[in-house]
């Protein structure tokens, strides 16, 4: 009877710690710390969806490749700064590279948010200072597969062997994507920025990695992939401006994978 009860409470506890792991999640997503524009962009992007389907915890060490303008970095970096840890792994800080001064920028402006954020170097094909070997629970990589791609199949393979490198066994790839549908043909440079969902699972899978789930919380069935200026002619980018723009809005962001991978 006291294994039972023990049992029992610890269960209980268990499901306590996920159900606050949630609600910090959620805290982070709902902030005031992020702006308007990029809250507006939850309903496309499925944040805490997203986030939840890879099973992100807050005590984790995470790396999240290419920020970008940090759109994802506003909502991990203050939901793993108490209990666990974010590595930022783009651009180097220096002035010659534009686009990691700017995330610095960020950075710099927020240490409330951001001071415990650690930068690291991730430039494929050649550059791979992400972190130390077996040492990172997660890492994360929100549409920027398909700007690997033409380095060409064997250095995108060289790719995911690196940061396969960082993981620990068991550890977690979450990949989204722009989908190309599997009746439409994909160029070798991915110059729509679309790509097929079937090809990046065995490009993954070749590295080291399985697939263990895909979510179609991403997906967007009006998104035919068929469009004049590739991905970027719908929102957010709108690539050519006001024609056709309500076409566009109409059909919104991309239809994309999401994919969950664990290192063997």
């Known amino acids: 009877m006291k294994r039972l009860i023990l049992a029992a409470g610890l269960a209980a506890g268990l499901a306590a710690g996920a159900a606050q792991a949630d609600d910090a999640l959620k805290a982070a997503i709902a902030g005031e710390h992020r702006s308007a ?147 439409m043909t994909q160029d070798a440079k991915a110059s729509s920025g679309y790509v097929h969902e079937a090809w990046v699972i065995r490009t993954v899978e070749s590295a080291g990695f399985k697939l263990a789930g895909k979510s179609e919380v991403n997906a967007n069935p009006k998104d035919k992939a068929d469009h004049e200026k590739g991905v970027w002619t719908l929102p957010p980018v709108l690539a050519n401006k006001d024609k056709d723009r309500e076409k566009y809005m109409a059909i919104g962001e991309s239809d994309r994978m999401t994919l969950k991978f664990v290192k063997q």
Request: net charge positive.
């Open 37 to 183: 524009a990029n809250k507006a962009r939850d309903a496309a992007r499925h944040p805490y969806e997203t986030l939840t389907f890879f099973g992100i915890k807050p005590n984790m060490t995470v790396v999240e490749l290419v920020p970008g303008g940090g759109w994802y970095t506003e909502i991990l970096a203050p939901y793993l700064r108490p209990n666990g840890k974010l590595i930022a792994a783009g651009q180097a800080f220096v002035p010659e590279k534009r686009g990691g001064m700017a995330l610095k920028a960020k950075f710099d402006a927020a240490p409330a948010l951001y001071d415990k954020v650690v930068p690291a170097v991730f430039e494929p094909p050649a550059t791979y200072q992400i972190a130390a070997p077996n040492s990172v629970d997660m890492v994360l990589t929100f549409r920027n597969l398909h700007n690997w791609v033409g380095n060409g199949e064997d250095a995108l393979k060289t790719t995911f062997r690196e940061i396969h490198k960082v993981l620990k066994p068991g550890g977690v790839l979450g990949i989204v994507d722009h989908r190309l549908p599997a009746s």
